[in-house]
């Protein structure tokens, strides 16, 4: 089955500790994003990546990086410059022909 | 990136159609209306997009207006299953890959 697969489904860790999320697509997308989403709230874009090697911030960029080594992957670490990291973490893809987003699943990081 | 804005909650009762509007006044010519849900935890669903022509699959219609100020996405016969948050969106053409998710309209379909 093609799609986009997150893990873990829920992640725990102490504060100041750095934590990566995973990501993996076998959509065979070029475009890949992070989003992150706040009770009650819509989707904001932490990172985006339209090729290879190649990443742009988002609109919430600030304690978070990320790496795009293979197309497949785009892992997201959560810092411990990151204020708030608690929150619902998705990963999306697009291909290029009609830019419609896949989603995964999501992480729901919890900071304590 | 033109804003979207959609009232913040629907009922509808089940077997009937359910129309979600949406406001993007501000829209330019080569943007295109998306629409997605999102249930419960779970990652967004794509439903369906258009330009300026209506648009209809096996899951939604959406009705653009002739300004393309507004458009409506319709389920024509509303489940149960259907009780998500529903997000607008506008998006250019080329150029970005850039969504800008509000809040949506969280549609409960009640029995």
């Known amino acids: 089955d093609g799609g986009i697969t997150q893990s873990p489904k829920y992640l725990f860790r102490k504060e100041g500790q750095n934590v990566t999320l995973s990501c993996e697509q076998n959509l065979n997308h070029d475009a890949m994003y992070w989003y992150r989403q706040d009770p009650g709230q819509g989707l904001r874009l932490i990172y985006y990546s339209q090729i290879v090697n190649d990443f742009q911030k988002g609109d919430i960029a600030e304690g978070y990086s990320v790496s795009r080594e293979k197309k497949e992957s785009f892992p997201l670490t959560v810092t411990s410059a990151q204020k708030n990291p608690t929150a619902f973490y998705l990963c999306?893809?697009?291909?290029?022909?009609?830019?419609?987003?896949?989603f995964g699943p999501g992480t729901r990081l919890t900071v304590t | 990136d033109a804003k979207t804005t959609q009232p913040t909650s629907m009922d509808c009762a089940e077997g009937r159609a359910a129309n979600l509007p949406c406001n993007h006044s501000t829209i330019s010519g080569n943007e295109y209306v998306y629409w997605y849900r999102q249930i419960h935890s779970q990652g967004p669903q794509y439903i369906i997009h258009?330009?300026?022509n209506n648009e209809t699959n096996e899951m939604a219609s959406l009705i653009i207006t002739e300004d393309r100020k507004s458009s409506t996405l319709i389920l024509p016969h509303a489940t149960l299953r259907d009780t998500a948050v529903y997000y607008c969106i506008v998006r250019a053409s080329q150029g970005t890959y850039k969504y800008i998710f509000g809040t949506g309209t969280r549609l409960k379909v009640l029995a």
């Open positions: 258009g330009l300026k």
């Open positions: 999306a893809s697009s291909g290029q022909e009609t830019y419609e987003q896949y």
